[in-house]
């Protein structure tokens, strides 16, 4: 297993290298939010940097990034490797798609993940603005992204069924920016049910009175608990949903392009 | 055995509702160190068959054993022991080359990337392409290219090779060195393997044993050696100048006639003196010719896949 998980890693690295415009404009990308983030955050604060808030917007927009790309690399990979010709031979490997499809996500969530460390280090150190960044923060992150993940099986069941997903994941974006937006703590009654199952929802929740509120993480009355609920409910979720998925595309003989 | 394939049976529904029955109910078993070829025309069931067996395509009935595991209880230890070139698949990644190829399909399939670049390695240099493992595969010529996806099939050193029309669309220097390749890998390293393939010359050179496969079924199976002797030499064409009347019709029937249109059928015949039955039988309809057909595997082939129902069950063929 291990050897596989190399492999994904592998594999993902040497395509980063040899195609460095895709790398780059990634880069790029990730340099220029973080630098207006800077900018801004030091404009706001009238010349002294915002301290707090800013690494909340920094963990906040690294967070949304990495679970948009749970979301969407497991389907992606899917209608890619249809195309390309090389699906067939992934579902030949005896740990099985499933398993196959999670290295491969764990894969560009650790190269993701590494990017933005690096960028965040080298805006800091060109700005001259250095920031905080709590280590609790990885817990909810990691919650988030296992909940991104299930939605990720979701979408790859939509993907192998339907070979395109683009609909969906547009839609899934958005209702996901909802979601978040939700103040979802102060909400009652039923509503209060839709906060803990609804994905993303309760380690919003979390992450939002950790750091508006600077509670600790063990401090956050249940929402600790109700986000690792919620992660394992739509982790469960997702694979039972792409178990049933992969089987009905056997059955139809349709895993590759028919 | 290495592989048994036990009454596989596949029906698919397709998008206007229809149902397309692929396979009815195949069942056959391939020996270590065998080359099997199955022979049939377009849309006989040939992919159909061999995606049940490496399990990309679920079968609704029978199942499917390698060296003793069953792929529907135990698919994981029966995927290790095959590996498959699938056809109208690329089955590589382009934009890699075929070392990086080995070390991702290798470490999918738990070889770590030192074992996975050594027996790559060795790989290319049997197809003597070694000196083309750092390009990537996008750069390569369609020939080698599927050189290389048989290497990648072989990385985890399986028992079992599956190759869908592996030689289709090859250049001749291609097709050979796969051949050669293919037979080494069955005689001297005792793997066993099933191949399709509707070039007859392919399967001649090739096989040891010969399936044909009409409409989802196994109309003949045999020793190559066997198949041909049965029928060199004893395949003959009537062509007659009108169709003849429905009595002289049966008795040519009850003497194994095909027929290929209403005045003209194939037989084959066990003594050549059998030809003059026939001839009494079709009396008085005018023969326009006989022929005696030579009889390579192209003949068999084309004269078996001719007739509309199975003449010979697969044991017969055997004996
Ligand atoms: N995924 C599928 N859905 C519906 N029909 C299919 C599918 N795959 C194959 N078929 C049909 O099944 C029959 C057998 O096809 P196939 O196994 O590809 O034959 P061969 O490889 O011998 O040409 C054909 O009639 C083909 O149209
Ligand atoms: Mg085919």
């Known amino acids: 297993m291990l050897h596989a998980l190399r492999a994904e890693w592998r594999r993902e690295w040497v395509q980063l290298r040899r195609y460095p415009t895709e790398l780059l404009s990634e880069l790029a990308v990730i340099v220029l939010v973080f630098y207006g983030l800077f900018l801004g955050g030091s404009y706001m604060a009238g010349g002294s940097i915002l301290g707090g808030r800013l690494s909340d917007i920094i963990v906040g927009y690294t967070l949304w990034t990495l679970s948009m790309m749970s979301v969407g690399t497991m389907g992606w990979t899917i209608s890619n490797e249809a195309q390309n010709g090389t699906l067939e031979q992934v579902f030949l490997s005896p740990y099985g798609a499933t398993f196959i499809l999670l290295l491969r996500n764990v894969a560009g969530v650790v190269i993701g993940l590494l990017f933005t460390i690096l960028t965040l280090f080298s805006v800091m150190a060109i700005t001259g603005h250095y920031l905080f960044v709590s280590l609790w923060d990885i817990i909810p992150g990691l919650l988030m992204i296992a909940s991104a993940t299930g939605l990720g099986y979701l979408v790859a069941s939509v993907t192998i069924l339907m070979k395109r997903s683009q609909q969906l994941l547009n839609l899934l974006q958005f209702i996901l920016l909802f979601l978040i937006m939700l103040p979802t703590a102060s909400l009652g009654g039923p509503w209060r049910w839709l906060a803990i199952v609804a994905p993303f929802s309760p380690v919003v929740a979390l992450l939002r009175s950790m750091m508006t509120h600077g509670a600790a993480l063990f401090g956050t009355g249940n929402w600790l608990l109700w986000s690792v609920v919620n992660a394992v409910l739509w982790l469960l979720i997702g694979l039972l949903v792409f178990g049933l998925a992969q089987k009905k595309a056997r059955r139809r003989g349709n895993l590759s392009h028919y | ?319």
């Not at chain 2, 070139?85 to 382009?94: A, C, P, Q």
């Not at chain 2, 999918?108 to 197809?127: D, Q, V, Y």
């Not at chain 2, 083309?132 to 369609?142: M, Y």
């Not at chain 2, 009108?242 to 006639?257: I, N, W």
Request: charged share 25%.
């Open chain 2, 1 to 319: 055995m290495l592989l048994e394939v036990d009454g596989l049976v596949k029906r698919y529904r397709t998008k206007d509702r229809q149902v397309v029955e692929a396979v009815k109910g195949i069942r056959f078993s391939l020996a270590a160190g065998t080359i099997l070829a199955f022979l049939g025309p377009n849309g006989a069931g040939k992919t159909t068959t061999i995606k049940m067996i490496a399990g990309l395509v679920r079968p609704d009935d029978g199942d499917v054993a390698v060296e003793g595991h069953s792929l529907s209880a135990a698919s994981g230890q029966a995927l290790r022991r095959l590996g498959a070139v699938l056809e109208g698949s690329r089955n590589l990644y382009w934009r890699l080359t075929p070392l990086e190829n080995f070390e991702y399909w290798g470490g999918i399939r738990g070889l770590s990337r030192k074992m996975a670049r050594e027996r790559g390695r060795e790989l290319m240099r049997e197809f003597g392409l070694e000196d083309k493992i750092g390009s990537t595969v996008q750069q390569l010529s369609r020939g080698m290219q599927q050189q290389v996806a048989i290497c990648a099939a072989l990385i985890h050193s399986p028992a079992l090779l599956l190759l869908d029309e592996p030689t289709l669309g090859l250049d001749l220097d291609a097709s050979d060195r796969i051949q050669e390749y293919v037979q080494r890998l069955a005689h001297e390293r005792g793997m066993g393997i099933l191949l399709t393939t509707h070039q007859m010359e392919v399967a001649q050179t090739l096989a040891d044993r010969i399936s044909i496969i009409q409409s989802g079924v196994l109309t003949l199976e045999g020793l190559k050696e066997d198949v041909l002797a049965r029928f060199t030499g004893s395949s003959y064409v009537f062509e007659l100048a009108e169709a003849p009347s429905a009595g002289a019709r049966q008795l040519a029937d009850q003497l194994g006639a095909a027929w290929t249109g209403e005045q003209e059928f194939r037989v084959v015949l066990d003594r050549p003196t059998d030809v003059y039955d026939i001839m009494r039988a079709l009396e008085p309809c005018p023969v326009v010719r006989v022929m005696r057909e030579t009889a390579d595997l192209a003949t068999v082939f084309r004269a078996h896949t001719r007739q509309s129902v199975p003449v010979q069950s697969g044991r017969e063929a055997m004996a």
